[in-house]
């Protein structure tokens, strides 16, 4: 028998048809590739004990999807890249659909929590608020280049303190193929130095100083190599690279976007 009671888990489950989660290219569809979007929303509540004021665990997905030319390898391979986190499906080879995604992430992540907190809070009634937890994915399609799709991930997660965070999820999608883009794909083999030389060169226009010392001292880099992420977006005149907020700068810092051009990425651009 469960030491705690579930006040309230609530499943709210629905497929909009050609439609996004977040607006963008969602409602459009192409006679070249034969692509709609559709999405699976799913909502569910949990709280700890029977008290109603007590603390909870919030969790909503909004998971947009593709219908058609290569839609089973492009759900599959969106799934397994890392835009829920904790990334559940990177392990197994069991092929799932973006419904069963949903589901599946929903109910473990609800019940790790009650696994996770519930002893904490029943030792802790005092501090209930502390062990408040909320996960909310959006998602959308955006194309800002005629041979890519870039799939938008939208997350925001708080498992008690000061704040949550929030970050965005950039993944390319070949559009012939079906497969999401890596730098590799995109580079010649030895792209890194010279990529990441562009990079300190696009944030240094960005802040309007003169070097990666005075990046530095904007907490930029501050103690680590200079990279670049495997969060971008291609464009039709260059590449934007996200770094999401506290990944190489202060929290204050927020989510930083390094926008690189394709005269300055031509050397090292895949012909």
Request: charged share 25%.
């Given at each position: 028998?469960?030491?705690?009671?579930?006040?309230?888990?609530?499943?709210?489950?629905?497929?909009?048809?050609?439609?996004?989660?977040?607006?963008?290219?969602?409602?459009?569809?192409?006679?070249?590739?034969?692509?709609?979007?559709?999405?699976?929303?799913?909502?569910?509540?949990?709280?700890?004990?029977?008290?109603?004021?007590?603390?909870?665990?919030?969790?909503?997905?909004?998971?947009?999807?593709?219908?058609?030319?290569?839609?089973?390898?492009?759900?599959?391979?969106?799934?397994?890249?890392?835009?829920?986190?904790?990334?559940?499906?990177?392990?197994?080879?069991?092929?799932?659909?973006?419904?069963?995604?949903?589901?599946?992430?929903v109910t473990r992540y609800v019940t790790e929590y009650e696994?996770?907190?519930?002893?904490?809070?029943?030792?802790?009634?005092?501090?209930?608020?502390?062990?408040?937890?909320?996960?909310?994915?959006?998602?959308?399609?955006?194309?800002?280049?005629?041979?890519?799709?870039?799939?938008?991930?939208?997350?925001?997660?708080?498992?008690?303190?000061?704040?949550?965070?929030?970050?965005?999820?950039?993944?390319?999608?070949?559009?012939?193929?079906?497969?999401?883009?890596?730098?590799?794909?995109?580079?010649?083999?030895?792209?890194?130095?010279?990529?990441?030389?562009?990079?300190?060169?696009?944030?240094?226009?960005?802040?309007?100083?003169?070097?990666?010392?005075?990046?530095?001292?904007?907490?930029?880099?501050?103690?680590?190599?200079?990279?670049?992420?495997?969060?971008?977006?291609?464009?039709?005149?260059?590449?934007?690279?996200?770094?999401?907020?506290?990944?190489?700068?202060?929290?204050a810092e927020g989510e930083i976007r390094a926008e690189v051009?394709?005269?300055d990425l031509e050397r090292i651009l895949r012909k």
């Amino acid at each position: 028998m469960r030491k705690y009671t579930i006040f309230a888990l609530t499943f709210i489950m629905g497929v909009l048809i050609c439609a996004s989660c977040n607006g963008g290219a969602a409602d459009k569809g192409t006679d070249k590739d034969s692509i709609v979007f559709d999405s699976v929303k799913v909502d569910s509540v949990l709280a700890l004990g029977e008290d109603t004021a007590g603390p909870r665990c919030h969790v909503s997905l909004c998971l947009t999807y593709f219908k058609g030319k290569n839609a089973d390898r492009i759900n599959d391979s969106i799934i397994r890249s890392g835009i829920l986190s904790p990334d559940y499906f990177s392990i197994t080879p069991q092929k799932i659909t973006p419904q069963e995604a949903a589901d599946s992430f929903v109910t473990r992540y609800v019940t790790e929590y009650e696994r996770d907190y519930g002893e904490l809070y029943k030792a802790d009634k005092m501090h209930g608020a502390s062990y408040n937890c909320e996960y909310i994915l959006k998602t959308h399609v955006i194309q800002e280049n005629d041979k890519y799709y870039t799939y938008i991930a939208n997350i925001y997660n708080y498992g008690g303190g000061a704040h949550g965070s929030s970050i965005v999820v950039a993944r390319n999608i070949d559009i012939k193929t079906g497969k999401i883009v890596s730098l590799k794909d995109m580079f010649v083999p030895g792209y890194e130095h010279e990529l990441n030389e562009l990079i300190v060169k696009a944030l240094c226009e960005k802040y309007e100083v003169a070097d990666l010392k005075a990046l530095n001292d904007k907490t930029i880099f501050l103690g680590i190599d200079v990279y670049a992420p495997d969060n971008f977006i291609i464009e039709d005149d260059g590449i934007t690279f996200i770094y999401s907020s506290d990944e190489i700068a202060s929290h204050a810092e927020g989510e930083i976007r390094a926008e690189v051009g394709n005269k300055d990425l031509e050397r090292i651009l895949r012909k």
